[in-house]
């Protein structure tokens, strides 16, 4: 696609659409919505814009597809493979003056948020409902960003991914219109399902302006559990034992021995250094969950568990998990000299040891520094691994390790991506895994997007 710089006629008539304040072409403001939280290379925009309401986002796509100037719709840009970055600059529309909650109808069990609501306020917010949203990736991230990229987390191997709590969508489509799709009954058999098509097109496909949210029931009680075993291979034969028993985890956390070394280092809990499971569980009461701590408890010590702790009480349960949701950025900070990409692969829960065990082949001859961490319920393991920004070789031995990886998870029956989204970093494998697939997908694309101009440059092949 062959697309416009921003003229100064182009700047003048942006800047009309919107109020003074939200509008800017200044510098550090641009580099703010270059890059996200990967490693792939920053690209500065021409333009950011905050808009507030959906007629707003609609007028300034509309503008933007008859000028063939690219757009990009900015959360909180804590995405992980390059997703929101404007490799085609242009506009970047920054949602996070978007974030109203509408209502929330409790009894219905559902929200109407604009796409800017982060949603741990969301979850605050509904607090005293005794109801919550439950995909959890752990970032400060945005509800319009979660749908883009069909976000999950921790939670995910009970309650689901983001995709499953999503209703109703309006959306702003490249040309202006302002579309709805979905309803508010709790199912239904008319048409074809148009939302699912768009959670996960991270953009591609139009801009979220308004959702309506399936809500959970928030458990009554809850507990958790820390095993550790002599291996990850044993621990992650305990995860298929775990979910073929039908004790309905919530959470289901593997970390390697050097992720808990660190979590130690930095937050001083003093769990045993080497292979654990985080395991939590929600229940009615007490009572029923101490029966499943104490089945969990011979499963995991059928399979050489050394240590289960169980029953840990919200305060630790919170401690631990909050570790576990901050270890990307200890990781970082912890290798201030290294890069860290950043790889994110799921496959059949059948082929996670076989998998995990391909990962530790690749990395140990090469002495690359390595963490391995996993939403072990689900098969999605993300491994970081770091490369010397000062060795171009090593950096370049990291990329390769990590697309042998993938290669290796797709041929498991696997994804390139369990749940950061495909972006630019998993672009080259979407043929491999897709097949023909693919080239109905980039008609669907064609068909919502005809000039290209919405988040150009991701998804597909170059």
């Not at 509309?62 to 085609?88: F, H, K, M, Q």
């Not at 949701?325 to 000299?337: D, V, W």
Request: hydrophobic share 40%; net charge negative; glycine share 8%.
């Amino acid at each position: 696609m062959k697309f416009n710089p921003l003229s100064n006629d182009h700047l003048k008539e942006l800047e009309s659409m919107v109020s003074p304040d939200r509008f800017s072409t200044g510098v550090s403001i641009l580099d703010l919505h270059a890059k996200d939280q990967s490693a792939h290379s920053a690209c500065r925009p021409e333009v950011v814009l905050w808009p507030e309401t959906a007629s707003e986002v609609a007028a300034i796509l509309s503008y933007a597809n008859r000028n063939r100037i690219p757009l990009t719709g900015w959360g909180s840009g804590s995405s992980l493979e390059g997703n929101p970055i404007p490799v085609c600059r242009g506009i970047v529309l920054d949602f996070s003056r978007m974030n109203r909650i509408r209502v929330i109808r409790e009894e219905d069990f559902q929200a109407d948020v604009q796409p800017g609501v982060i949603y741990q306020d969301l979850n605050e917010k509904l607090r005293h409902t005794g109801l919550f949203f439950p995909p959890d990736p752990g970032a400060r991230a945005t509800i319009g960003g979660m749908i883009a990229n069909n976000a999950s987390g921790t939670r995910t191997v009970l309650y689901g991914s983001t995709r499953d709590y999503v209703m109703r969508l309006v959306v702003a489509l490249a040309n202006g219109e302002l579309l709805e799709m979905g309803t508010r009954a709790s199912k239904s058999s008319s048409g074809y399902n148009l939302i699912n098509l768009f959670v996960g097109s991270e953009g591609t496909l139009g801009i979220v302006v308004e959702a309506t949210l399936r809500l959970a029931g928030f458990p009554a009680e809850y507990s958790a559990a820390v095993a550790t075993f002599p291996s990850v291979q044993a621990a992650a034969q305990t995860v298929y034992d775990l979910k073929r028993s039908g004790l309905n985890p919530a959470a289901l956390e593997l970390l390697g021995p050097e992720c808990i070394a660190l979590m130690n280092q930095v937050d001083h809990l003093g769990l045993n250094v080497a292979p654990t499971l985080f395991i939590e569980f929600h229940g009615a009461t007490t009572s029923q969950l101490s029966e499943v701590l104490d089945t969990a408890r011979d499963i995991c010590e059928a399979r050489g568990c050394t240590d289960f702790r169980p029953g840990l009480g919200r305060a630790e349960r919170d401690r631990i998990f909050k570790a576990r949701h901050a270890l990307g950025e200890m990781i970082q900070h912890n290798h201030p000299e290294h890069k860290i990409l950043i790889m994110d692969v799921a496959v059949p829960i059948t082929a996670y040891t076989e998998l995990l065990a391909a990962m530790q082949a690749e990395v140990a001859p090469h002495g690359l520094i390595h963490y391995t961490l996993s939403h072990a319920g689900n098969g999605n393991v993300h491994l970081n691994i770091a490369g010397r920004r000062d060795d171009p070789s090593e950096w370049a031995l990291v990329q390769a390790v990590s697309e042998r990886l993938v290669m290796k998870a797709i041929a498991l029956g696997g994804t390139a991506t369990g749940e950061h989204g495909v972006g630019l970093g998993k672009r080259k494998y979407m043929p491999t895994q897709h097949g023909a697939a693919l080239a109905w997908m980039k008609q669907v694309k064609t068909l919502f997007d005809p000039n290209g101009i919405l988040n150009p440059g991701k998804i597909f092949p170059e």
